[in-house]
């Protein structure tokens, strides 16, 4: 079955671009779910969904993470990146990347990365 | 933004009993709501969509329903790997939005 893993640094410096990566596999990134989305969840804190794209590159973010978050598809290599920029230790998380399937939720979900915002 | 709540935080129960547990939504969602089940350390897992389907896999002693702004998720009788923390999110939407969880303790 289709299965997500999410990989990029663990550590990032306060101001900088926190870059992360989903690779699909088990299945095309162009079969199932077609929406890709993202979401994170502060250590304490509910979850929170950042963002997701079509297989197009149409997207659709959460307005309060939208002047800093940028997703991108890479359908060739069955992956979708998040970039996010400005990074403060509030964005420090473990971020997934799932299936969206809008209406009908997320499915599957990658094993979650976590991403320390630290100098 | 919706505002998702969930009742209780949290429950202590035991193997075999029957647990509830209640999403708001802060404006109707018609049934466009879905509930996870998180485990420490583990993404989470989709149980049920829509309300009231059950996603494949999920065994049957996991139920939901409501519609508009109240939801319930039912466990019939609590299985050990059952001990776990629930959220519901809401699907109607943008952006998509999570209720805070409900932990199932021992």
């Known amino acids: 079955q289709v299965q997500l893993q999410e990989s990029g640094p663990g550590l990032v410096k306060p101001s900088q671009t926190l870059s992360l990566t989903c690779t699909i596999s088990?299945?095309?990134?162009?079969?199932?779910?077609?929406?890709w989305s993202w979401i994170r969840k502060p250590a304490g804190r509910g979850l929170e969904w950042i963002g997701r794209?079509?297989?197009?590159?149409?997207?659709d973010y959460n307005p309060s993470l939208k002047s800093r978050v940028t997703i991108s598809v890479d359908t060739s290599k069955n992956q979708v990146s998040l970039m996010l920029t400005s990074v403060t230790a509030a964005d420090t998380a473990v971020y997934y990347c799932?299936?969206?399937?809008?209406?009908?939720?997320?499915?599957?979900w990658g094993q979650g990365t976590l991403v320390t915002v630290s100098s | 933004d919706i505002q998702m709540t969930q009742s209780p935080s949290s429950v202590s129960a035991s193997v075999g009993d029957r647990v509830t547990i209640t999403c708001r939504a802060s404006q109707g969602i018609s049934t466009w709501l879905a509930w996870y089940q998180q485990k420490p350390g583990k993404a989470p897992k989709l149980l049920i969509y829509?309300?009231?389907s059950l996603h494949s896999g999920v065994p049957s002693r996991f139920s939901g329903s409501g519609s508009g702004t109240d939801f319930t998720l039912t466990i019939s009788s609590l299985h050990p790997e059952d001990f776990a923390t629930y959220y519901c999110?809401?699907?109607?939407?943008?952006?998509?939005?999570f209720g805070p969880g409900t932990k199932v303790e021992i």
């Open positions: 829509a309300a009231s």
């Open positions: 799932a299936g969206d399937y809008t209406q009908l939720g997320f499915d599957p």
């Open positions: 999110q809401q699907g109607d939407s943008f952006p998509f939005t």
């Open positions: 088990g299945g095309s990134i162009i079969s199932g779910s077609n929406y």
């Open positions: 794209i079509y297989i197009t590159g149409t997207t």
